[in-house]
């Protein structure tokens, strides 16, 4: 620690403002996605959101098109623990620099590494430094100048590059478990499409077809409502402080909420979005609670089969003052049920896949673990590096 010196943000980077994209040319496609707090990790990183990209279709400004390696960081508390988290734009000409985010430029080069700087806003001495300033009761914003403020210890720039190049050892391999776990999804969707969709399932060769009211179909196949199979239960309201503790997953209509310390269903089972992002649609394994801006799931049909069916359907209540899903409405749409024996068999499939993706998250998870015990030691200097060999 003898080598490392105490600064302020300030002194190694400053923070550039974004740019006000009019909200009139968002749209659901385009080029480029308006980044907002929303796709930031709370313990730091990028989130991918493809299903609720801003898109924009306006003028654009060249100086607020992102850049592969960017770092950006979040100056507004979108939800709790997020601001100040920080994230690397993972490719370039996509994404576009708006204005409740600031673009970190490092002021020298021979000082300060991005990737470095990178955790250390991820760190909790700086993140709790940025949200000690911050202003606001509902939202807290913070601004450059407040996060120019921020007191650091920083240690010479090899060793930057090496705590750097561990801790994003840890990032790529929790990358890449994450890409298997996505490609584990999409082999899933892409059964359920095959055999329930375009109707080629083992043996649909020699199926004959029948009439229904969904068009031609399997014969042996039912056309069914959906209040005929399922229920939709309603969650239970959860104050937000209630959702820090606990071992219990909580779901929203926006997915994970918080941890509680009782479940409210037994897992696995089926959460579906009523209030807010209506008819999302979650998958949990274990047990879980559900608060009052979602349902969860009770079926005769097994309910693997139904996390395919329930999203491809129409659940928006737009005759509603306030958008939302009304069971009554939804429990008149219509389904196509196959027999149980090719229920199952497609279940058998789909169980792989997640039991595959459940390996694949504990091991994200045994590793994210590993990787915030060090993070902290290494940011600190509790652990001495040998940086013999690394250029200065």
């Not at 909200?23 to 730091?44: K, M």
């Not at 490719?91 to 300060?112: C, E, P, T, W």
């Not at 997915?255 to 696995?268: E, F, N, R, S, Y």
């Not at 039991?355 to 993070?375: E, P, V, W």
Request: glycine letters at 8%; charged letters at 20%; a positive charge.
């Amino acid at each position: 620690m003898k080598t490392w010196r105490d600064c302020k943000l300030g002194d190694l980077l400053q923070i550039k403002h974004g740019f006000a994209f009019l909200g009139e040319h968002f749209a659901s496609a385009g080029t480029h996605v308006v980044l907002t707090p929303g796709n930031f990790l709370e313990e730091g990183g990028f989130k991918e959101k493809s299903d609720k990209a801003k898109w924009y279709n306006g003028p654009i400004p060249a100086d607020y098109v992102l850049h592969e390696g960017d770092l950006i960081v979040a100056m507004t508390e979108q939800a709790e623990g997020l601001l100040g988290s920080s994230a690397l734009i993972p490719r370039s000409g996509v994404y576009l620099h708006n204005q409740r985010l600031g673009l970190v430029q490092i002021r020298d080069l021979k000082q300060a590494d991005q990737h470095f700087i990178y955790y250390l806003f991820n760190s909790k001495p700086v993140r709790q430094q940025i949200r000690g300033s911050a202003s606001g009761t509902k939202i807290r914003h913070t601004a450059p100048s407040r996060i120019a403020d921020v007191k650091v210890s920083v240690p010479p720039l090899p060793v930057q590059r090496r705590i750097a190049g561990i801790l994003s050892a840890y990032d790529e391999l929790m990358e890449n478990s994450q890409r298997r776990i996505r490609l584990l999804e999409v082999m899933a969707r892409a059964l359920y499409r095959e055999w329930f969709v375009h109707f080629r399932f083992p043996g649909h060769e020699k199926h004959p077809r029948a009439s229904s009211p969904l068009g031609d179909i399997p014969q042996g196949w039912e056309v069914k409502k959906l209040g005929d199979v399922l229920e939709l239960n309603y969650g239970k309201a959860l104050k937000q402080e209630d959702r820090s503790g606990g071992a219990v997953t909580v779901f929203g209509s926006s997915g994970i909420v918080g941890q509680h310390d009782t479940a409210l269903v037994k897992g696995p089972g089926i959460i579906v979005g009523r209030k807010g992002n209506v008819g999302s649609v979650f998958w949990c394994v274990e047990d879980f609670f559900v608060i009052d801006t979602a349902y969860f799931v009770t079926s005769s049909l097994p309910l693997r089969f139904l996390f395919y069916v329930l999203p491809t359907l129409n659940f928006l209540n737009s005759d509603a003052a306030v958008p939302g899903l009304s069971r009554n409405q939804a429990y008149t749409l219509e389904i196509l049920v196959p027999p149980a024996a090719l229920l199952k068999k497609f279940c058998a499939l789909a169980d792989t896949f997640e039991r595959q993706a459940s390996t694949l998250q504990g091991q994200i998870q045994n590793l994210r673990q590993t990787r915030d015990l060090l993070l902290p030691r290494l940011l600190s200097g509790q652990i001495e590096l040998d940086t013999k060999g690394q250029e200065n």
